[in-house]
Structure formats: C-alpha cells, structure tokens
C-alpha cells in the first residue's frame, strides 16, 4: 500500500500562487508516476499533471500549461505543484495520485484525501 497526504491547498486571489505538496509513503516504490487531479463543485475529477519518478516524462493539461510546475524530490517521497496566474476555474479540490502514466483518474491505484483550492475573484 501507499499512503499519500496532500498539503498546501487555500484561499489566494485571482494572479496569486501556491505549492501544493503530497507525501508519499508506505510502498514508495509503486511511486513510479505521481499525478495532480482535480475536481470543482458539480464536475467530474480532472487531470492536471503527472511526473515520472526519474522526471523524464511530463505531462501538462493544456488549461494549466505555462503556469504550473510539478516536480519531485524522490530523496522525500514527495511531489509538489507550484501553482502561478491562479485563476477562479482553479478552484478546485485537488488530488495526489500514484499509478501509471495516464492522464486518466482510472488509471491511478493511490490517491491522497485532497486539499482545497480556492481562487477568488
């Protein structure tokens, strides 16, 4: 089993940023490829980014392409999302997932419990 604990989600203004964060632990090594989803008020969860383990392979949706950057600090067992120009369809719960490299929720077999970001007008 994996474990992961997202962190860092809040209240920021429209142009504003944030890191999100997510812990991995337990069986790190199904770590392979960590992804960011995630999922407004009435809408299905969506796909925002995924990372390989060696960061060779990233993957962007086109929505937050230019103004969100993931990364991993595999020395951690952790993945972040720098997250700039934050606009109000930011606004979201945003999720932690480990699986394979897909940029289906499907796909994923690990998922952290969310943390919520609010983007004001």
């Known amino acids: 089993q994996v474990q992961l604990v997202e962190s860092g989600g809040g209240l920021v203004q429209t142009g504003g940023s944030l890191r999100l964060s997510c812990a991995a632990s337990?069986?790190?090594?199904?770590?392979?490829?960590m992804a960011w989803f995630r999922q407004a008020p009435g809408k299905e969860r969506e796909f925002v980014s995924v990372?390989?383990?060696?960061?060779?392979?990233?993957y962007y949706a086109d929505s937050v392409k230019g103004r969100f950057t993931i990364s991993r600090d595999n020395a951690k067992n952790a993945m972040n999302l720098q997250m700039n120009s934050l606009k109000p369809e930011d606004t979201a719960v945003y999720y932690c997932?480990?699986?394979?490299?897909?940029?289906?929720?499907?796909?994923?077999?690990?998922w952290g419990q969310g943390t919520q970001v609010t983007v004001s007008s």
């Open positions: 990372m390989a383990r060696n960061g060779g392979r990233t």
């Open positions: 337990g069986r790190t090594f199904s770590t392979t490829y």
């Open positions: 997932a480990a699986g394979i490299l897909s940029v289906r929720s499907e796909d994923y077999n690990y």
